[in-house]
């Protein structure tokens, strides 16, 4: 069984994000890029599932810039056995992105394809459910478990939910997305970061994959949001509550 | 045409997120002047749609009853909501883990873009929604015939459950399409409010050390203000309590009127869910610990002291 796991370049979970003076967008110059956390997660379960013996085979994929190339060295150093870099240097959104990936999964025939639920950057939570959508699968959103059963052809997925958690049995071939606990990442270690540097990695164009990626929405600006006035420290207990009650009034 | 809003509910109850969703829908309908339709699809989920039909400004509630309905499987109900998007010109759904789950696949579908997480309506075609764990906001025009829209609640104050007296439509159910089944549900029973409702929060971060701590400290504190209890990362991370309880980036987002962070350092993936609040308090040991920077009241003290203090003098 393969496995796919789309990987998107996203700048670091650490870094402060500063909004560019013309409002344009966020300034990415010089910032430190990352691999998106929820696709790491989504590149060790599935290898988990590989070392499991379940999958047969873990691809990574990414969609974007040709700097794209690092997340997915940085994939295959965590294991994973080849890469596939669709490059454009158009701004993709979600619903590109998903038709990207169909078109990927028609060459590949996956089993399963596992994203990460949501990328830090433009926090669209999107593109596995499009994905699904399109290419008519069952989807289990915000795992918190994965259990294949490849001979009964289904997946089980405990998903987090508002409400607490469920889960949901899905015929395979299916789409999952990670949450933040399903598991805990490995580090790469530096021979498989220099193996990686030898794994295959095919570069598409995304006019070769008949897909058109111009951008539906269009940003009119990106602003601050509006900055939170400082607050005050209080001295003890008594004046904490004496400046709820009395002069932010939010208790009796 | 019309603008739709799936109805959010567990077959018995209209959540209120829905109507947050309607109060969007509305601010949208101020330049296109026609009608607000809900959709709520479940199994016997007949006292749904009279809540549905008594809300402000909904004219019709349009009902689709079917078992394969009742566990909101997003594959079914997007199959039902695309047979419906005719004569649509925006369909919405609050931004919860239903609206979240089903509404990109509805987008998909119909080979549109999805708006997520909308916070303020410019026009019928303009929209905000925070990027970057709300560190930025973005204004985003759609040239979709049809616009997809997710709702982040705290964005729009909920319209009134009363006051409106819509038609009530029944359809015929699409077919089930046999993909996803629900196996068990484990939902948290608690007395308390609603997290993403709820006017006052306690919140509880590592400095809670427990478990045993998060409930035997924090508890008595809740209950004495009647609040919602929630957590940062760390503690649901630590297994101090269940992923529901979290607030955050990828969590819960919420704007009450108080939030009380207790323990809680101030990530920037914490404060993306909780900075909209009227009224923040943070109670932590650590002086330069991020969360004073958004507080409007800081405590610097140990929470196992200054907590049961508080609840003594509440």
Avoid at chain 1, 67 to 88: F, K, P, S
Wanted: proline share 4%.
């Amino acid at each position: 069984m393969k496995i796919l796991v789309p990987v998107k370049r996203v700048i670091d979970y650490n870094i402060k994000v500063r909004v560019k003076a013309d409002n344009t967008g966020v300034d990415l110059a010089n910032v430190k890029m990352a691999m998106n956390p929820f696709d790491e997660i989504a590149i060790e379960e599935a290898l988990r599932l590989k070392e499991a013996g379940v999958a047969s085979e873990v691809v990574a994929i990414s969609c974007g810039v040709t700097a794209c190339q690092e997340t997915l060295r940085t994939a295959m150093a965590l294991g994973a056995d080849r890469g596939i870099l669709v490059e454009t240097d158009v701004e993709l959104q979600p619903l590109a992105v998903a038709k990207l990936l169909k078109a990927i999964a028609f060459n590949e025939s996956p089993q399963l394809i596992i994203l990460g639920k949501q990328a830090i950057d433009d926090d669209a939570n999107q593109t596995g459910q499009m994905l699904a959508a399109l290419m008519g699968w069952p989807q289990a959103t915000f795992a918190s478990k994965v259990v294949v059963d490849a001979a009964a052809g289904s997946v089980t997925v405990t998903r987090e939910v508002d409400g607490g958690s469920e889960t949901l049995v899905l015929t395979l071939p299916a789409i999952v997305t990670t949450d933040l606990r399903l598991n805990e990442p490995r580090y790469a270690t530096l021979p498989n970061i220099m193996k990686a540097k030898k794994k295959p990695l095919d570069v598409f164009k995304p006019e070769a994959l008949g897909v058109d990626v111009t951008p539906r929405l269009t940003t009119l600006k990106v602003t601050d949001p509006a900055p939170r006035s400082a607050g005050v420290k209080v001295a003890n207990v008594a004046e904490l509550i004496h400046k709820l009650k009395n002069e932010a009034k939010v208790i009796a | 045409m019309s603008i739709l809003v799936i109805a959010e509910h567990d077959n018995l109850t209209l959540k209120v997120a829905t109507r947050n969703a309607i109060a969007a829908a509305a601010k949208i309908n101020i330049t296109l002047a026609t009608e607000i339709h809900v959709l709520v699809a479940g199994v016997a989920c007949g006292d749904v749609a009279q809540q549905a039909a008594a809300v402000a400004g909904v004219a019709k509630v349009i009902v689709a009853d079917a078992a394969h309905y009742g566990d909101q499987t997003a594959e079914n109900l997007a199959a039902l909501i695309i047979a419906q998007a005719g004569g649509h010109t925006h369909i919405l759904a609050a931004a919860t883990s239903n609206g979240k789950n089903t509404l990109p696949r509805v987008a998909a579908l119909l080979d549109v873009a999805q708006i997520s997480d909308i916070i303020t309506v410019l026009d019928a075609d303009t929209f905000v929604r925070p990027i970057y764990a709300g560190n930025a906001l973005a204004t985003v025009k759609s040239a979709d015939s049809v616009k997809v829209i997710t709702v982040r609640t705290t964005g729009f104050d909920a319209v009134e459950a009363s006051g409106g007296h819509a038609i009530i439509e029944n359809i015929q159910a699409s077919a089930d399409l046999g993909q996803a089944k629900l196996v068990s549900r484990e939902l948290t029973k608690s007395a308390r409010p609603e997290l993403a409702a709820a006017k006052i929060i306690v919140s509880g971060g590592r400095g809670m050390g427990s478990g045993e701590n998060y409930h035997t400290v924090l508890e008595p504190l809740a209950d004495k203000l009647g609040a919602a209890m929630g957590a940062s990362r760390a503690a649901v991370d630590a297994g101090f309590v269940s992923n529901d309880y979290q607030v955050g980036q990828t969590g819960k987002i919420v704007a009450p009127q108080l939030y009380i962070a207790i323990g809680i350092s101030g990530a920037i993936q914490h404060l993306a869910g909780m900075k909209d609040s009227k009224v923040i308090v943070a109670i932590n040991k650590d002086p330069d610990a991020p969360i004073f920077q958004v507080a409007d009241y800081g405590l610097v003290a140990d929470l196992f002291q200054a907590v049961p203090e508080l609840v003594a003098a509440l």
